[in-house]
């Protein structure tokens, strides 16, 4: 079923944000990796609360006022994007992508090779696989592919 398109207002992430982003990213890795253990889950979202969101640049979306999603980057590295649940399927990813092109230089990702969603959205917007491993960056059994979008 096709879901009705939302355009986003994007910011840059506030520490009043830090709880509402770690919220979403629950319940966003919660609808989308199945495959995480769930001591992996728990270890990797107290990462994310305690270290990630709070110092990393993120661009937030927001819709109506709320917070949507987020996405944060490396330069043309896109280390992170995550959408609420309620949200996928709206427009928000390529939203997010447009933002991140304005780096001005080709784009990255890694994504896990078991989110067959996440994978399906980066190939139909133009990436390509360059390499794989096994294991994810810390040598945990998730499997990652390195893809790269190259400017238009």
């Not at 919660?30 to 994310?48: E, K, R």
Request: with cysteine; hydrophobic share 40%; charged share 20%.
């Amino acid at each position: 079923m096709s879901r009705e398109q939302k355009t986003a207002e994007f910011r840059a992430r506030m520490d009043v944000d830090n709880a509402a982003l770690h919220r979403l990213w629950h319940r966003s890795v919660s609808a989308t990796h199945s495959f995480l253990t769930p001591d992996d889950f728990q270890s990797i979202s107290d990462i994310v609360r305690d270290q990630y969101v709070p110092n990393a640049p993120l661009s937030v979306a927001l819709i109506d006022g709320e917070i949507v999603g987020f996405m944060g980057m490396s330069g043309g590295h896109i280390d992170s994007l995550f959408i609420d649940p309620d949200y996928i399927g709206c427009g928000l990813g390529r939203q997010f992508l447009s933002v991140a092109e304005q780096s001005g230089t080709p784009l990255t990702v890694d994504v896990n090779a078991q989110n067959e969603a996440a994978l399906a959205f980066y190939l139909s917007q133009g990436f390509v696989e360059t390499r794989r491993t096994e294991t994810d960056s810390d040598g945990r059994p998730y499997p990652l592919i390195f893809m790269e979008k190259a400017m238009s």
